[in-house]
C-alpha cells in the first residue's frame, strides 16, 4: 500500500499552461525527491529536499521548480508547460540510507 | 564519483525458468547499501531486495536472491521459478555515505516473461 501519493495520475495540458503536480506523504520522511523518467528509460534527479523550506536542483536541468513548506508536501511546478516536458514524473521520499526510498504512482504529463 | 551499470538493456526467460540480471559498480567506499527495484508497465516502482555491503550473507526474498561479490564489484539479481507478474523494468541503485542520501541509479533492465 502506497504511503507516498502523486496527482493527477496522468494530465494532458496545453503549451502554455501552469501545471503543479502534487507529492504528498505520511510517513514522516524527512527527504523528498522528483524524478523525469520518459518511458522505459533511466531516472533523472530534478529536484530534492532533505527538509522543510530546503530544496535544491537535481543532476538534470528542469525548468519545474518545487517547495517545501511542510515535511509531507512537496509539489512540483511548471510555469509554462512546452511539448518537451512530456514525460513521467515520480515523486519518493526517504528517511534512511540503509531502507531505500519509497515511490508515488507517478504523473504522466503530456502538453500538447 | 559513484556509478552503477547494468549491462542488459533486455533480457527475456521463459516462465518458471531462472533469470539472472546484472549490475556491477564503482565505488571507494567500504560501507554503502545496494539496491534492486522493480517497475511494472505504467506501475510504481517497489523496492525489491537491498544488501548492506559489510553482510557476506547474500540477501533473499522469496524467489529473488542477490549474488554479491564486493571485490568484483558485482551485485546480480537472480529471479528463481519467474512469473507472468515479474515482467517489468528492474533498477540497480546503490548509495553510500558519500552519496548525500541521494541513490545513484543503472539505466534499467527490461525484463520480458514468455509465457
Known amino acids: 500500500e502506497a504511503d507516498i501519493y502523486q496527482t493527477p495520475r496522468y494530465l494532458v495540458i496545453g503549451t502554455g499552461k501552469k501545471i503543479t503536480l502534487e507529492c504528498s506523504q505520511t510517513?514522516?520522511?524527512?527527504?523528498m525527491y522528483w524524478y523525469q523518467q520518459d518511458p522505459g528509460m533511466e531516472l533523472h534527479l530534478i529536484h530534492y529536499?532533505?527538509?522543510?523550506?530546503?530544496?535544491e536542483k537535481g543532476d538534470l536541468s528542469s525548468e519545474s521548480t518545487v517547495s517545501r513548506i511542510r515535511t509531507e508536501h512537496f509539489p512540483l511546478t511548471l510555469e509554462s508547460a512546452r511539448p518537451s516536458h512530456t514525460s513521467q514524473y515520480l515523486c519518493?521520499?526517504?528517511?534512511?540510507?540503509?531502507?531505500?526510498?519509497?515511490f508515488g504512482s507517478g504523473t504522466r504529463l503530456t502538453v500538447v | 564519483a559513484q556509478t552503477v551499470t547494468q549491462s542488459q538493456p533486455e533480457m527475456s526467460v521463459q516462465e518458471a525458468e531462472t533469470v539472472t540480471l546484472s549490475c556491477t559498480y564503482d565505488?571507494?567506499?567500504?560501507?554503502?547499501?545496494l539496491f534492486w527495484y522493480k517497475q511494472p508497465p505504467s506501475r510504481q516502482m517497489i523496492l525489491v531486495i537491498r544488501?548492506?555491503?559489510?553482510k557476506q550473507q547474500n540477501a533473499t526474498e522469496n524467489r529473488f536472491s542477490v549474488n554479491f561479490q564486493k571485490a568484483a564489484k558485482s551485485f546480480s539479481l537472480k529471479i528463481s521459478d519467474s512469473q507472468l507478474g515479474d515482467a517489468a523494468m528492474y533498477f540497480c541503485?546503490?548509495?553510500?555515505?558519500?552519496?548525500?542520501?541521494?541513490?545513484?541509479w543503472g539505466a534499467g533492465t527490461k525484463l520480458i516473461i514468455k509465457p
Open positions: 541503485a546503490y548509495i553510500g555515505l558519500d552519496s548525500n542520501y541521494q541513490l545513484i
Open positions: 565505488t571507494s567506499e567500504s560501507d554503502y547499501y
Open positions: 544488501q548492506e555491503a559489510y
Open positions: 510517513m514522516g520522511h524527512d527527504k
Open positions: 529536499s532533505y527538509g522543510v523550506n530546503s530544496t
Open positions: 519518493a521520499s526517504s528517511v534512511l540510507r540503509d531502507r531505500g526510498y519509497t
